[in-house]
């Protein structure tokens, strides 16, 4: 049996043994941005799940634009040398690729850390001014932002660029844009959140102005050979919002700057929108952006099985899949899909008796 899930996949210059990848999942536990021994364990665990690829979490390109006081940054030299440091011992020592997702919250940020409520920081809690498409809150008990002036919008932009050369820096071998989950860049994109009436606002071409600006400035940082992509909105869930047709036309304009890939997750615009909760729920627009924008695509959303996983790429609905918490559950998620499908998979060589060896007796009774 041959596994289209274990099969190889290039992006740019960059080859994966299979099309596992690891979720972007946000811990919340950086000191002032700075990646910590957190991250060195949670990297390194996943670095050996059997993934190609591990994306870090959404690392966010100013001190401003972090979602919570725990967020990950790459905004200073302090910043940049503690994932170093974190990045080059996890590449080390396990077998996967390493991406990292670049990110500006918006009128997300200045959020309280899950696990203290989530909510828009109160007065005690070191709360700032955030920035955003338009002047209206994310939700109900949620602070005001700021409306984006150009000149903010100049400065996000150059923050980008600068947080991608620290990335390459650091040597990732892929670099995402945060497109997605009502961030500063969706929150342009949406008709939900942004109200202007510049050259910002109104017509899908307009709202695209920002967004579409930041991809080509990091792009021509970016060299060609390392993959950058996009983790887009393939649905806002509700009426006015971003639609299927809308990812694709996203997908096309991000392929048109020269993006190498495209993940299409959904959701999150404002606080009231909820998610369907069916497996796979982001598929079928993940399989019309890679149907027709034509750009390698990455699948999200309630994927948990191998047999969920194998049919995402056998199927076409993506030539990848990303799994977050499946992968939190079980950090050999990899190996355990590489023994259902019959394929095979890297490990460390400290953990290579591992493998039919052990199985087969068991399996023999
Ligand atoms: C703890 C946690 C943190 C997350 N942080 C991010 C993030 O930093 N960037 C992002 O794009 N999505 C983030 N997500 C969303 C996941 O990447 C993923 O799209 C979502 O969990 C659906 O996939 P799953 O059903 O396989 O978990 C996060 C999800 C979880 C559970």
New binding site residues.
Partial sequence: MSSALFSPIRLAGLALANRIVV??????SADDGCANDWHLMHLGMLANSGAALV?V???HVERHGR?THG?LGLYSDDNESALARVVAQARRRGTAKFGI?I?HSGRKGSAQR?WDGGNSLTAGEDPWQTIAASATPFGDNWHMPREATEADMNRVRDAFVNSAKRALRIGFDAV?L?M??GYLLHGFMSALSNKRTDQYGGSFENRMRFPLSVARAVRAAVPKDVPLGA?ITGSDWREGGLTPDDAVAIAKALKGEGLDFI?V?SGGVALDIRNPSEAGY?LPMAARVKREAGIATRG?????TPEQAEAVVAEGKADMT???????DDPRWGWHAAKALGAEVARPRQYLRVGPKLWAPAAKG
């Fill in positions: 979720s972007p999942m946000c811990q919340y994306v979490e959404a690392t979602i967020c997702q990110a899950p995402e945060h997605a989950h983790r993940c997750s982001n999200v959303g309630l994927i948990v990303a799994l977050g918490r499946a992968l939190l």
